[in-house]
């Protein structure tokens, strides 16, 4: 450690802060200045981090779970040295491009693990990249995947039911590698945290089985102590700091005004007196500069400890470890899709059956995948060989996540963001909602999530509306940079599931039916993946030429096969298009676009499924037979029957037309 | 008290039961075996119900909340008496249109208070019920609504994070008339709940400062007893009863198996002999069937007292309570809405604003209105005059929901569902995502739950990406059953207000911006409400016959108005379609929405979000101005103007298609 004074490089971070919102004009500055010595401590005494290479893949991760007080995590990166984080970053703070946007935004080599700033997110993938922490030390053995998993959060995350599901499951599996920072500022945007809860947060956590320690969150000496603590305790930590929001600026510190409060001019520059600082807006001390630099330098050594671990290691752990930290899948891993791929061929299951047996596949190819449901291990049918991932076995491949869907959804962003391992999360849905923002996280980070549902449609039959998604398809394609997917049979299933892997810049859904699939293709039709175009002519018209063409998705283009039958009969030559992805489809030039669609020709679509979206494809003179409300109990057969989602319906449709 | 044994009739549900679902072939019997006790002490000595007045605006709230176990519920309200669930229903279970859906849908004629089994949703929704209980008993005074509400809790529900946080804000709030009975059985679909939770579930719902007891589940004296003390506690109650699940059943109770594992004639005819039971399927001794129905019948004399309270009250006490238990606003509302409307018209202002001016001016006229936000009072604009409803004080009428958004969207359905009270509850349009399993849940049971939504474009500015809504209204949109509005100025506010208002058979979801918004509309054009049509001409080509049509909603008008005036002043006779509300102008015939639309003009569209969906409008040949991806912080009119969504880009668009 250097000899400045650690609490004029916390008031580092205040400057920069109200310096920075002073400037934009805005900004959350109350979270910076409450918690600079939480974050002084952490960062300068026990964070294992190498501002050199921000990615090294054994790092310490660090969420700041409150994302609105970005300017403290900016502050830090800047500080210690990261060079993708210069002092002129900082001056561009809510700026167009800016890589200081208002909430932070994951960029990985400027030491931003996460985007966060929908509340409760940031520790739910935490608690993800402690999974996937745990995992990788037990697949990689000693000393390779070591580290530590580090939140700061707010109360309003706390207060959010993701963090409770969280709570539960970190718990539940001893995540003791996973320390939280409480930012305990009895304040929140109303003012008085007392107006909304009066629960006794730290018996919550206990009752979760966490570890749990209260400390004077302005006393760096008392949070060093207690991040100690934590350390040798085998349990999550929670670290309860008692914080003056906003400490530093005369007349709004602890006040509702200081969590996102207007700063003038005169704030700065009497926190600035408060503060004894003197210089320009942004300029830091060179000392205090220095001994942030340094801090920043801390694990050096450890650094070069592990480069020249890895280097000794066995030359095929080696490989493994160097393939798995740049995220790469093993050589083969499409073999294994393509080969399933031409076993399927021909074969009708139960959808989510298919997808179940891939993963299945894959697991044996991909050791460092893994795989979970919400309490659905059954019925979605994605355990199969893998075992229990728990507290006593790290080694287990399978997560029981219990009935905690957003939980799921958010610690699967948080292991794709800390890499090296693929995980899989699957159930029902309609469900689907209950996961949703972290759909449109992963797709604003680019991180390639793969999300897995089972039971599409009013094809789960007799559990009825609640159970039957009608809108949900639609509401998934209108998440931009995500691929949504919904394979017509078991070959299409391993398309799928291989333009969702090798997909690296983005999420993909993936969704099965409940009832039988398939058959669609043949073994002949497997060479190429004919889904990457996003929609394909899967049987062209004969006997003339074409005039009518049937747009389908997953269960359906049975249907449309059905319905094609029966008007080829009556002389009408009519294609099926299979259309498994409409985002790839749009990525095709026009003509290939104008082909598939038939321009000029009669064209329904038929999915089970709400309209919106279809007439892009189908045009004003189309027809679409599908969903106009909620469902309702029976047998899958009797539904498809009851809401008029038949070839014959389809037909007819076309014959109206011609 | 009749002198049958009442473990009699509690098997009477398990008879049911098991006969139903070996009829159909599935269904999950374990929950109505293992919880059949609870029930019947619930049911036959505490529950305040009067089965020959379903809708009895005093009666007693019960929510199923492991809603899959519905063949308790229907047994129950079979064997209480209720007209509208005879024993021929129960022969349906999980047909096409029963009222026996695989799971709850609400028909609170036949005593089914509420949809459920997405799982968490009940308890919230009683929570709910909860609080409108307590408002109405200081409204209307003692002795008008006094009722307590019980909810049937499973282990799936308790994992839920919507279920942490409204335990949080039930303790807060201390909801001392909500009762929870968890049936505590150990089992859910994977397995042992031991898999997924090893949580202090007691000392959980104790931090949050709820009473808790744990009895013996099957014994319904201990039961009993503990729903006595939970009465006369303050608190909200907890009543842990540990059960076996599917309990009747030899080789099959208190496994995995009797979640909902298939029963066959031998488990049923095992299960009679075990439990003593003769007779012909689904058929009920005489003697517990008559049991039954007297204890449907116990709250006959305080029904009978309590309409003779209503009766007795002075008349104009006696007209509020009779118009809001019939769910009636007080005349004039909407006269408070037209002339909002005209005081609006011409004006601009942050959108939000028009919101909450609006819903100061129903509170005024609407006693029974409750608003309420999820930490984001002053952003949403909607607290104003009132008061927070506390602990303390019931006469308050905005909740501070704390960030629990799910909570919050689920307690409003709650409330529409308990009946009585108005509520209203917005947040920032992103957190819809966090909201969303509530719409469709209202959507689907046709409550006229009204969902506000501020901060609803790239137009928030600075806070960047997360807090940018791209594809949120195309989401929305998707949900059958829900208008959407997303208004032009204040006097569309003011008619999207009164459309949602006046629409008793379906949600609405009221879309403001953040920033400023309007004018659209003259006070001349106040008379008519013109967004009942969903859509409608707002300018009208001049200079000649209409070349091109501009639609737009919200924001985007004003910027459709301006390209308008580019256009007409180059000689392109343009004409401007405010668009408020898809849903409803899709119920407009064919030459209305020609008209509207514009057949043959050019068309584009202008939206600051995605564009699903508006190919419907625009045709083949249309264009579309708007977002294909996330947003970026910087301030707003620098953002519409970097993603290119400005007056010149959409004269640009038709320029190119003239």
């Keep these: 450690m250097s000899n400045v004074d650690p609490r004029r490089m916390a008031d580092a971070i205040r400057i920069l802060t109200v310096d920075a919102c002073e400037r934009v004009g805005e900004g959350h500055w109350g979270t910076p200045l409450g918690a600079a010595e939480i974050a002084t401590a952490l960062f300068t005494r026990h964070l294992k981090f190498n501002p050199a290479d921000p990615t090294w893949f054994d790092r310490d991760r660090f969420?700041?779970?409150?994302?609105?007080?970005?300017?403290?995590?900016?502050?830090?990166?800047y500080l210690t040295g990261y060079a993708h984080m210069p002092l002129s970053a900082l001056k561009t703070f809510r700026e167009i491009g800016s890589i200081c946007q208002g909430h932070p935004e994951r960029e990985p080599e400027a030491g931003i693990e996460i985007t966060t700033g929908m509340l409760g997110q940031g520790i739910a993938n935490a608690t993800g990249m402690a999974v996937a922490e745990a995992y990788l030390?037990?697949?990689?053995?000693?000393?390779?995947v070591d580290h530590r998993t580090w939140a700061l959060v707010g109360d309003g995350c706390l207060q959010e039911g993701i963090a409770h599901e969280v709570i539960s499951?970190?718990?539940?599996?001893?995540?003791?590698?996973?320390?939280?920072?409480?930012?305990?500022?009895?304040?929140?945007?109303?003012?008085?945290?007392?107006?909304?809860?009066?629960?006794?947060?730290?018996?919550?956590?206990?009752?979760?089985?966490?570890?749990?320690?209260?400390?004077?969150?302005?006393?760096?000496e008392a949070v060093s102590a207690a991040i100690e603590a934590a350390k040798s305790d085998p349990r999550p930590s929670l670290i309860a700091c008692r914080t003056m929001i906003g400490r530093g600026v005369p007349g709004l510190e602890g006040t509702r005004s200081a969590h996102a409060g207007k700063l003038t001019r005169e704030n700065t520059e009497a926190a600035r007196a408060r503060l004894g600082w003197e210089g320009e807006a942004f300029a830091i001390p060179e000392d205090i500069l220095s001994a942030w630099r340094m801090a920043g330098r801390r694990a050096e050594a450890a650094h070069?400890?592990?480069?020249?671990?890895?280097?000794?290691?066995?030359?095929?752990?080696?490989?493994?470890?160097?393939?798995?930290?740049?995220?790469?899948?093993?050589?083969?891993?499409?073999?294994?899709?393509?080969?399933?791929?031409?076993?399927?061929?021909?074969?009708?299951?139960?959808?989510?059956?298919?997808?179940?047996?891939?993963?299945?596949r894959l697991a044996a190819a991909i050791p460092e995948l893994l795989s979970g449901a919400p309490d659905l291990e059954a019925a979605t049918k994605h355990k199969r060989s893998l075992s229990a991932f728990t507290a006593e076995d790290r080694g287990g491949r399978y997560l029981h996540y219990g009935v905690r869907e957003h939980a799921m959804g958010a610690m699967l962003n948080g292991m794709v963001a800390h890499s090296g391992v693929v995980p899989v999360g699957v159930t029902y849905l309609v469900f689907a909602d209950y996961e949703r923002p972290t759909f449109r996280l992963a797709a604003m980070m680019g991180l390639p999530t793969v999300f897995v549902f089972s039971h599409d449609s009013i094809g789960i039959g007799r559990n009825g509306p609640t159970h039957q998604p009608v809108e949900i398809l639609a509401s998934l394609r209108a998440i931009p940079n995500m691929l949504v997917f919904r394979p017509a049979d078991g070959v299409e299933a391993a398309e799928a599931w291989e333009l969702a892997l090798a997909n690296r810049s983005g999420p993909s859904c993936l969704v099965f039916p409940r009832q039988k699939l398939g058959p669609a293709r043949d073994a002949a039709s497997t060479g190429e993946n004919r889904s990457a175009r996003g929609a394909y002519v899967l049987a062209e018209a004969t006997g003339g030429e074409r005039r009518a063409t049937l747009l389908a998705t997953g269960t359906e283009v049975a249907i449309a096969l059905?319905?094609?039958?029966?008007?080829?009969?009556?002389?009408?030559?009519?294609?099926?298009?299979?259309?498994?992805?409409?985002?790839?489809?749009?990525?095709?030039?026009?003509?290939?676009?104008?082909?598939?669609?038939?321009?000029?020709?009669?064209?329904?679509?038929?999915?089970?499924a709400v309209r919106l979206g279809w007439d892009r494809y189908i045009g004003p003179d189309g027809g679409f037979v599908g969903m106009s409300g909620f469902g309702t109990s029976g047998p899958d057969d009797a539904l498809y029957d009851h809401f008029g989602i038949t070839a014959e319906a389809v037909a007819s449709e076309v014959r109206e037309r011609l």
């Design 562 to 608: 059905a319905a094609r039958a029966t008007l080829e009969a009556e002389g009408v030559p009519t294609a099926v298009v299979s259309m498994p992805c409409w985002a790839l489809f749009e990525q095709q030039d026009d003509a290939y676009r104008n082909d598939v669609l038939g321009a000029g020709t009669v064209r329904v679509a038929v999915e089970a």
């Design 169 to 220: 499951l970190a718990g539940h599996l001893r995540l003791g590698k996973m320390t939280w920072l409480w930012d305990d500022n009895l304040i929140q945007d109303d003012g008085a945290v007392g107006q909304s809860i009066s629960e006794d947060m730290d018996a919550r956590f206990r009752a979760a089985g966490w570890h749990v320690q209260r400390v004077e969150g302005h006393d760096m």
């Design 304 to 360: 070069a400890e592990w480069t020249a671990r890895v280097a000794s290691l066995p030359a095929e752990k080696r490989a493994l470890v160097d393939r798995v930290s740049k995220g790469d899948l093993p050589e083969g891993w499409r073999d294994t899709l393509q080969s399933y791929a031409r076993e399927a061929a021909g074969r009708s299951e139960f959808g989510i059956f298919f997808s179940g047996e891939i993963v299945d």
């Design 63 to 77: 969420v700041q779970s409150n994302g609105h007080g970005s300017m403290l995590l900016y502050s830090l990166l």
């Design 137 to 144: 030390n037990h697949l990689l053995g000693p000393g390779i």
